[in-house]
């Protein structure tokens, strides 16, 4: 009998389980000409990282809130997912109520929360030229920290994401893949201008057993060629 995954963690695992080495998120920002490809595998690596940074780096765990002001983007899904796997709340809105902050450098001036990383969301995942004062680059924090994490007792009934549980994130996030006609083994390709919201363009397709191809500033001209090269079957513009 397969298990029944009831928390985002779980979801995360039993992908990366069923098929650790072919692409699960692949990010294209059409601004910059960013192009990342994620296994199972090499995202697992990097929530992994972010949760031990937030569990052995800083201490936190259940009970504890992240904020996360950032936009849709392969470094955000991995600063989430590492998030709710150290059990703690990903929280959006004021950051200073939170027990740390990830964000861009252009918002860093709002807050005084103690522990803030800062990341460029650059190619390649390069490291900031100029670092904010205050601020830990992320990238270059989390690359520290192991690419193995144990995991924690994480339940259905925790905060997870924006005043949801883990069940209620999965369950909106459900509910989404129906109405974006996001189906099992799909691979999806995701305006991420217009789906803002983790819901719709991280864990819709994670719920789903889908694969991503989140596309931030997307140029319509490219909708086409590209759905062909990835080998898309749904388009969520």
């Known amino acids: 009998m397969v298990p029944v995954q009831t928390t985002i ?7 990366v389980r069923r098929d650790p080495a072919s692409p699960l998120l692949t990010f ?5 000409g960013d192009r990342t ?12 990282k972010t949760a031990n940074l937030l569990v052995d780096g800083l201490g936190l765990g259940a009970g504890d809130t992240a904020a996360v002001t950032l936009p849709a983007h392969w470094q955000t899904a991995a600063i989430l ?7 703690v709340e990903a929280v959006p809105g004021d ?15 709002r807050t005084k929360t103690q522990d803030r990383y800062a990341t460029g969301l650059l190619p390649f995942a ?6 904010p004062p205050g601020f830990a680059d992320f990238v270059l924090e989390v690359r520290q920290h192991g690419d193995y994490f144990p995991g924690r007792p994480v339940t259905a009934d925790d ?3 924006g005043g949801r549980t883990h069940a209620e994130a999965l369950a909106a996030a459900t509910a989404r893949a129906a109405e974006l006609g996001i189906t099992p083994g799909a691979r999806v390709l995701i305006d991420a201008t217009t789906h803002p919201d983790p819901i719709d363009w991280l864990l819709a397709p994670l719920v789903t057993g889908a694969s991503t191809v989140l596309c931030a500033h997307l140029d319509p001209a490219k909708v086409t060629s ?4 990835e080998k898309v079957t749904v388009v969520v513009a």
């Open 28 to 32: 294209y920002d059409d601004r910059s």
């Open 126 to 131: 390069m490291p900031l030229r100029e670092l």
């Open 226 to 229: 590209r759905a062909e090269s």
């Open 159 to 161: 905060p997870a994401l």
């Open 37 to 48: 490809e994620l296994s199972g595998a090499t995202l697992d690596n990097w929530v992994s």
């Open 81 to 87: 997912l590492g998030v709710l796997a150290a059990g």
């Open 9 to 15: 963690p779980q979801v995360l695992a039993a992908a």
């Open 95 to 109: 950051p200073e109520t939170a027990d740390v902050l990830f964000t861009t450098p252009d918002q860093t001036a």
